[in-house]
């Protein structure tokens, strides 16, 4: 092969080199992008959950509530469970409840406010991986009482399913994403708070549902995703070199 043929290849596996160095290495840096977020959620979050409880805010603000500025913060107030038919949402397993690591549903239902209001409120985790509706719906009766509750917990946001997120099966009340407003909407609950409230006591007497403190444990692997891909584009640099002083070597020795 002459000289002439030789250089379109050489510049067309550079350039192909080049390309995939800086897939590689953008892909690093938004790995350590991720990890400075995840750190920043992290440190957010534990001093959220550590802060003393605060009143509920007044349905007023409501609208003014995001998820960046309010998810997890403590707050205390008193509510009546309404006696609606509840929901289970199921679980794999929890990323803020140690005690909750294995599958099961949480145990949703609403409560008014002496407002008025509806607030949606996660009752606990019932340790039941065939979803047998008997089970929560015996200890959901022990909770609606009639009588009001002083209730602590956290603010959530619902959740938004995933293309691959299975249906609500209506039959067993069980839907597999916590989107609190869905499950008002189709359990006629009427207008519910742009939130929920993730339990933290009481709890009951026999401990179904099972509320709790909730703990950020969320994995941080970002540091490690970024080197594998800083050294693949190391590799792929190292590869196009040695490649390269073959074809120098070969071409010398013609």
Do not use: C
């Not at 003393?52 to 509510?79: C, G, I, K, M, N």
Request: aromatic share 10%.
């Amino acid at each position: 092969m002459n000289e002439t043929a030789r250089k379109p290849r050489v510049a067309g596996f550079a350039l192909f080199t080049f390309l995939l160095m800086a897939a590689f290495v953008a892909l690093g840096v938004w790995q350590l992008q991720r990890r400075t977020a995840k750190h920043e959620l992290i440190a957010a979050l534990t001093e959220r959950l550590a802060a003393a409880p605060v009143a509920l805010p007044p349905p007023a603000q409501w609208a003014a509530l995001t998820p960046a500025r309010d998810e997890f913060r403590r707050v205390s107030f008193t509510a009546t469970y309404v006696a609606s038919p509840d929901a289970m949402v199921y679980s794999s397993g929890s990323a803020v409840r140690k005690d909750a690591s294995t599958p099961g549903t949480w145990a949703f239902l609403p409560a008014r406010l002496p407002g008025g209001e509806i607030v949606v409120i996660d009752a606990g985790f019932v340790e039941n991986t065939m979803q047998d509706r008997s089970v929560e719906d015996r200890a959901v009766k022990k909770l609606v009482t009639g009588a009001p509750v002083a209730i602590t917990g956290y603010l959530r946001f619902p959740e938004t399913p995933g293309w691959l997120t299975p249906a609500a099966n209506l039959d067993k009340r069980l839907w597999f994403v916590r989107d609190h407003l869905a499950i008002a909407s189709t359990l006629h609950w009427g207008a519910v708070a742009p939130f929920y409230v993730d339990l933290e006591q009481p709890a009951p007497e026999n401990g179904i549902p099972r509320p709790g403190p909730l703990d950020v444990h969320l994995k941080d692997d970002h540091l490690q995703y970024a080197i594998t891909w800083f050294a693949l584009a190391g590799a792929v640099l190292i590869a196009f070199i040695v490649w390269l002083r073959g074809r120098w070597r070969s071409g010398a020795n013609r």
